[in-house]
């Protein structure tokens, strides 16, 4: 069945220094969402890409879709503490979404 | 408005029990999933409702059932809770605006223990 895989699975920084995350998967996407789940909390939806090569930018988070639609990255400049948790990406099919394991972030003042 | 919420948010189960989560969303929406959250595992789905009155499986049904009792309201129900369900499980929601725009709601959550 459909996988996607996410490196790395856990990153610590320092405050300041810049963070990505990486997701690939094994079969082409129709769309690839992100999410970020702090410590305790709950998943919160980020963004989605549906086109081939899109790039949209967040503030200091900017997000890219592969020419091949199977993978996607998602990059934070000048990370800050606020920035701590869990980002996942989950490929999209009509109905339903396939998680990545996500990559935890920690960010050290 | 409330989102999505569950009830409960804690429980602890001895093994064989049987429970029900409950889950409910105000946003009118048409699809209501169930996810598992293991360490380092990400979320797993393990049911999900695509509209009202319809259930499919997802990637990890086993030891599972599941009720749309309404538009608002999906329960998922543990008949025999064994160790292996250990887990923090979620409840979701989303509308299909378009084929492929599908961005999902969550829950708090509810933390379950099987001893």
């Known amino acids: 069945g459909q996988q996607v895989m996410q490196i790395p699975q856990y990153q610590h920084v320092q405050e300041g220094e810049d963070f990505t995350t990486y997701c690939n998967s094994s079969?082409?996407?129709?769309?690839i969402q992100w999410y970020k789940q702090r410590p305790g909390g709950h998943p919160v939806f980020l963004i989605q890409l549906v086109k081939s090569g899109e790039v949209k930018k967040q503030k200091r988070l900017t997000f890219q879709f592969g020419e091949a639609k199977k993978n996607s990255s998602l990059h934070i400049t000048a990370t800050q503490t606020t920035d701590v948790g869990t980002y996942f990406c989950?490929?999209?099919?009509?109905?339903?979404?396939?998680f990545g394991a996500g990559t935890r972030l920690a960010v050290h003042p | 408005n409330a989102g999505v919420t569950q009830t409960p948010k804690f429980q602890v189960l001895k093994t064989g029990q049987s429970m029900t989560l409950q889950c409910a969303q105000d946003?009118?929406?048409?699809?209501m999933y169930w996810y598992r959250q293991d360490p380092g595992m990400g979320l797993r789905l393990i049911y999900y409702s695509a509209s009202e009155g319809t259930t499919d499986k997802g990637e990890v049904p086993n030891g599972y059932n599941v009720s749309r009792l309404n538009k608002r309201e999906f329960s998922l129900r543990l008949e025999s809770a064994a160790p292996s369900q250990t887990s923090v499980y979620f409840c979701?929601?989303?509308?299909?605006?378009?084929?492929?725009?599908?961005?999902?709601?969550f829950g708090p959550g509810t933390r379950l223990t099987v001893l």
């Open positions: 079969t082409t996407l129709s769309n």
């Open positions: 946003m009118n929406h048409n699809s």
């Open positions: 979701a929601s989303s509308e299909l605006r378009t084929e492929t725009y599908n961005e999902q709601f």
């Open positions: 989950a490929g999209g099919g009509y109905n339903k979404l396939i």
